[in-house]
Nanobody, 119 residues
Framework: QVQLVESGGGLVQAGGSLRLTCAASGPSFSNYGMGWFRQAPGKEREFVAAINRYADSVKGRFTISRDNAKNTVFLQMNSLKPEDTAVYYC??????????????????WGQGTQVTVSS
């Protein structure tokens, strides 16, 4: 069992940056595939990033990284836009063979952290 806790969200002006952190507890963190998703009000949850894979809407602006020694995954978000406003979720999955953009392939989810980008 893996528990995920996100932090680092907040209010930022357009063009600004934020760094989200996902702290994982549980054994064998390095064996899990990790991803970031987001959900804006009134919209469905959407994929944001996994290692070597990004949504087109964030490509070139967001960077995902992980530190297995610290059981942590990061999402560096630069050049933020108002349309990036959402609750951001960290997710972990055991089976890494499937398309990482599919939320249904993830086994564990964090509680989310709010990111608000003002214009």
């Amino acid at each position: 069992q893996v528990q995920l806790v996100e932090s680092g969200g907040g209010l930022v002006q357009a063009g600004g940056s934020l760094r989200l952190t996902c702290a994982a507890s549980g054994p064998s963190f390095s064996n899990y595939g990790m991803g970031w998703f987001r959900q804006a009000p009134g919209k469905e949850r959407e994929f944001v990033a996994a290692i070597n894979r990004y949504a087109d809407s964030v490509k070139g602006r967001f960077t995902i990284s992980r530190d297995n020694a610290k059981n942590t995954v990061f999402l560096q978000m630069n050049s933020l836009k108002p349309e990036d406003t959402a609750v951001y979720y960290c997710a972990a999955r055991i089976h890494r063979n499937y398309d990482p953009s599919l939320g249904g392939t993830y086994d564990y989810w964090g509680q989310g952290t709010q990111v608000t980008v003002s214009s």
